[in-house]
T-cell receptor, first 115, second 115 residues
C-alpha cells in the first residue's frame, strides 16, 4: 500500500510568486493534516480536514495560505503571495479515523525556499 | 494538550537498548502518549502510543508509569539507523479544535547511536 505522497519534493520561488503544494493521503484515510517546520523552529500544525471539510484551521498563519481538499481525496496548499518567512518544510499526514488511538502517517515533505 | 519534557540529546551504543525518557506531569486522563521520530530529512514516523498500559510493537516498547506522569520509550537493540530525533507527544482523543487536532511537536531528543 502506498504511503502519503507529496509533490513537489522541492520548490524554489521568488518572493511574491505563488506556489501550490499537493498531498495525496493513504487511500481511504478521511483525515488529512498539514504541518510545517520553518527554519530553526519546531514542527507546527496548520490545519485538519475530515474528508473535504476543514475541521480545524487554527494553525494557518495568515490569509496568504489556502488549503483545499475537493472530493475528499488529495489536498492542495497554496501560498499566494509567498514571503521569505514561508520558507521551510511542509508536511502532510493522514489517518483513518480521529478517535482513540489515532495514528497519523506522514509524507516526506515539500521543501520550500522563497528567495 | 499537555506539555512534555525530554532531554535534548542522548547517546547509545549500537546493539544496546536505548531508553528515552519523557515527563508529562500535567497529562489528563483522556490523553494518550505518542512517540514519533524524524530521521534526517524525512517526514515524522510513528513509533508507538499508549494510554495507561505498557505497549510493545515490532519497533519499540512503551513503559508508562502508574501515575502516568512519565514514560519511557525503549528501542531494544538500537542500530545506526535508529539515529533520529524522537518526539514524545500527549494528545486527546476525539475532535477538539483550537489546534488540538494536530500533534504538538516539541524539540524532542536527538538520539545518536554510536558504532
Amino acid at each position: 500500500e502506498a504511503g502519503v505522497t507529496q509533490f513537489p519534493s522541492h520548490s524554489v520561488i521568488e518572493k511574491g510568486q505563488t506556489v501550490t503544494l499537493r498531498c495525496d493521503p493513504i487511500s481511504g484515510h478521511d483525515n488529512l493534516y498539514w504541518y510545517r517546520r520553518v527554519m530553526g523552529k519546531e514542527i507546527k500544525f496548520l490545519l485538519h480536514f475530515v474528508k473535504e471539510s476543514k475541521q480545524d484551521e487554527s494553525g494557518m498563519p495568515n490569509n496568504r495560505f489556502l488549503a483545499e481538499r475537493t472530493g475528499g481525496t488529495y489536498s492542495t496548499l497554496k501560498v499566494q503571495p509567498a514571503e521569505l518567512e514561508d520558507s521551510g518544510v511542509y508536511f502532510c499526514a493522514s489517518s483513518l479515523y480521529r478517535g482513540q488511538g489515532e495514528t497519523q502517517y506522514f509524507g516526506p515533505g515539500t521543501r520550500l525556499l522563497v528567495l | 494538550d499537555a506539555k512534555t519534557t525530554q532531554p535534548p540529546s542522548m547517546d547509545c551504543a549500537e546493539g544496546r537498548a536505548a531508553n528515552l525518557p519523557c515527563n508529562h506531569s500535567t497529562i489528563s486522563g483522556n490523553e494518550y502518549v505518542y512517540w514519533y521520530r524524524q530521521i534526517h530529512s524525512q517526514g515524522p514516523q510513528y513509533i508507538i502510543h499508549g494510554l495507561k498500559n505498557n505497549e510493545t510493537n515490532e519497533m519499540a516498547s512503551l513503559i508508562i508509569t502508574e501515575d502516568r506522569k512519565s514514560s519511557t520509550l525503549i528501542l531494544p537493540h538500537a542500530t545506526l539507523r535508529d539515529t533520529a530525533v524522537y518526539y514524545c507527544i500527549v494528545r486527546v482523543s476525539g475532535y477538539s479544535g483550537g489546534g488540538a487536532d494536530g500533534l504538538t511537536f516539541g524539540k524532542g531528543t536527538h538520539l545518536i547511536i554510536q558504532p
